[in-house]
């Protein structure tokens, strides 16, 4: 008589499916909290003379721009060059930031492109 085979899904495969969906839900919840924490951070950018700082939230949300007085005698023009430099600095700080935490949060579990 021929032997059975089945599907393969012995206790041993069992228990490997519920570690994985056990990793699945902490993941979920880890990713959750980062977002709430992504949220609430405020992360500072600033001009190079740092007569203007620009806050973001850690997703990238503008919370608000700090104009020093003396930035107001340089002029329409430079004052949004330092507003834009102010403005790429936090950005590119935030990005930064969520990128590593990101990463923190997917590195051990071996994603591609993670």
């Known amino acids: 008589?021929?032997?059975?085979?089945?599907?393969?899904?012995?206790?041993?495969?069992?228990?490997?499916?519920?570690?994985?969906?056990?990793?699945?839900?902490q993941i979920q919840e880890d990713a959750k909290k980062l977002q709430e924490e992504l949220e609430t951070m405020q992360i500072e950018g600033q001009?190079?003379?740092g007569l203007v700082v620009v806050t973001m939230s850690g997703n990238q949300e503008p919370l608000k721009v700090e104009i020093k007085p003396e930035a107001?005698?340089?002029g329409a023009e430079k004052l949004s060059e330092m507003v834009t430099e102010a403005v790429r600095n936090?950005?590119?700080i935030s990005t930064t930031t969520m990128r590593e935490?990101?990463?923190?949060?997917?590195?051990?579990?071996?994603?591609?492109?993670m």
């Open 1 to 25: 008589m021929a032997e059975k085979k089945g599907f393969g899904l012995g206790l041993g495969k069992m228990k490997e499916l519920a570690n994985a969906f056990q990793k699945a839900q």
């Open 101 to 113: 935490k990101m990463e923190a949060l997917t590195g051990n579990l071996g994603l591609p492109g």
């Open 47 to 49: 001009c190079e003379n």
């Open 90 to 92: 936090a950005y590119q």
């Open 72 to 74: 107001m005698g340089e």
